[in-house]
């Protein structure tokens, strides 16, 4: 079946420092893959995606590449922020046109100054 | 970005009581809505899929009479525990479409926590 697996957290950094958080997945056909956040005290929000192999979600310093041969979307972060520190949720969409979400563990992150 | 709103955010109550949660898209019309639930350090499990104006569609596994789902308008989605019991203990979160919205972006919940004693 269609899974997702991501890195146990907490993750924790300094600030400045360079992130890189697992994610792989198992899945039937080619699904779309997306990264989403989770701030204190806020809803899951987009950060990014990709939709077929090779594309590269970015967005606020993050980016994340399908890469369908080794089945990952492992995020990524050049220097992170303290405003960082959140709870990151790797997820792929299955089902044809639904919006069917299956979701990650979920890693926590914290960026120390 | 578009914004869902969920309420409460936190409920306690009595073993065998009912409890209902809403899920409300404050600024879009959301044609379908998803209840999710959530243990700790697990994730985000689909329970149940709602459409306005249509009966949920459920997740297998998860109990149709236990989980009421009702989707009366196109900004209101509401999730009813009923006979709540100990073990329906946790945090559930929806999350909605918008009519006119780009396939796989939704909008979250702050999510639900739920304790029952």
């Known amino acids: ?113 | 970005g578009a914004v869902v709103s969920q309420h409460p955010s936190w409920v306690i109550c009595k073993s065998g009581t009912s409890v209902k949660i809403e899920c409300r898209s404050l600024d879009f019309q959301a044609t379908t809505m998803f209840w999710y639930r959530q243990f700790p350090k697990q994730s985000l499990m689909l329970m149940a899929t709602s459409n306005e104006g249509s009966k949920a569609t459920y997740e297998q596994g998860v109990e149709k009479d236990k989980f009421l789902i009702n989707h009366a308008s196109l900004t209101l989605s509401t999730l009813t525990v009923t006979s709540a019991h100990p073990e329906d203990s946790s945090f559930y979160i929806c999350s909605a479409r918008e009519a006119s919205g780009r396939i796989g972006e939704l909008f979250f919940g702050e999510g639900s926590r739920l304790t029952v004693l």
């Open chain 1, 1 to 113: 079946g269609n899974s997702v697996t991501q890195m146990e957290g907490p993750v924790t950094l300094s600030e400045e420092a360079f992130l890189t958080i697992n994610c792989t997945y198992t899945a039937t056909g080619y699904p779309s893959l997306f990264w989403y956040v989770q701030y204190p005290g806020e809803g899951l929000q987009l950060l990014l995606k990709a939709t077929k192999a090779d594309d590269k979600g970015s967005n606020k310093g993050f980016e994340a590449t399908y890469r369908k041969e080794t089945t990952s979307f492992h995020l990524e972060k050049g220097s992170v922020q303290v405003s960082d520190s959140a709870v990151y949720f790797c997820a792929l969409r299955y089902g044809g046109a639904t919006n069917k979400l299956i979701f990650g563990t979920g890693t926590l992150l914290a960026v120390q100054p």
